[in-house]
């Protein structure tokens, strides 16, 4: 059979290239989709470093700005502004920059540990979880809190004592800190 000039068996080749090149299309876009996961996940991952080093270069711009006796910079700020210099504001900062970089660095069960025993009592995983978060930790996953509760379930430190309510097992020693098994691991 013939449609104008072309036969049947020439539809169906076309038909056949066709489906293959559309085929090859979905492969490609899917292919192309996890590479663009990939690269976000990388994004993601190379943000949090930048903000980590920011909040670090911060710390050390901080430290070098307490070890100078005078606090020559808050004074010439002050008296450009026709103030008497006060370190008020600036130890206002200096509060608010440590408490933010308070647990930086550690892990879940050494950031709680020291959370515990500056609190003094029991808390709940939510609330660990978000003075953590303030102090500087980074805590990934869907379910942080959850993550927060199993992290310390598994730690010999701590004592689960109603759901998701955690305190500190009796202390013994520096390695406690560490978050080394103090039963000898």
């Known amino acids: 059979m013939f449609y104008r000039g072309v036969t049947v068996e020439d539809f169906k080749d076309i038909i056949t ?30 943000k949090k470093y930048l903000e980590l080093a920011e909040t670090l270069y911060r710390v050390e711009i901080e430290k070098v700005k307490w070890a100078q006796p005078s606090n020559q910079l808050t004074s010439e700020v002050e008296k450009e502004k026709g103030g008497k210099p006060t370190s008020e504001g ?47 930790v980074r805590i990934r996953g869907k379910t942080p809190v959850t993550s927060v509760a199993i992290s310390l379930s598994r730690d010999k430190r701590f004592k689960k004592i109603a759901p998701n309510t955690f305190t500190l097992v009796e202390e013994t020693g520096p390695e406690t800190l560490l978050g080394k098994n103090p039963a000898g691991s």
Do not use: C, M, N, W
């Open 17 to 46: 290239g066709l489906e293959q090149r559309i085929h090859v299309y979905k492969s490609k876009l899917q292919e192309l989709q996890k590479k663009r996961e990939k690269i976000e996940d990388e994004i993601k991952t190379v």
């Open 90 to 136: 600036h130890d206002h900062s200096k509060e608010i920059l440590l408490e933010k970089t308070k647990y930086a660095g550690l892990s879940v069960p050494q950031a709680t540990f020291l959370l515990l025993k500056e609190a003094g009592k029991p808390l709940h995983a939510k609330e660990i979880y978000q003075k953590l978060t303030e102090g500087g």
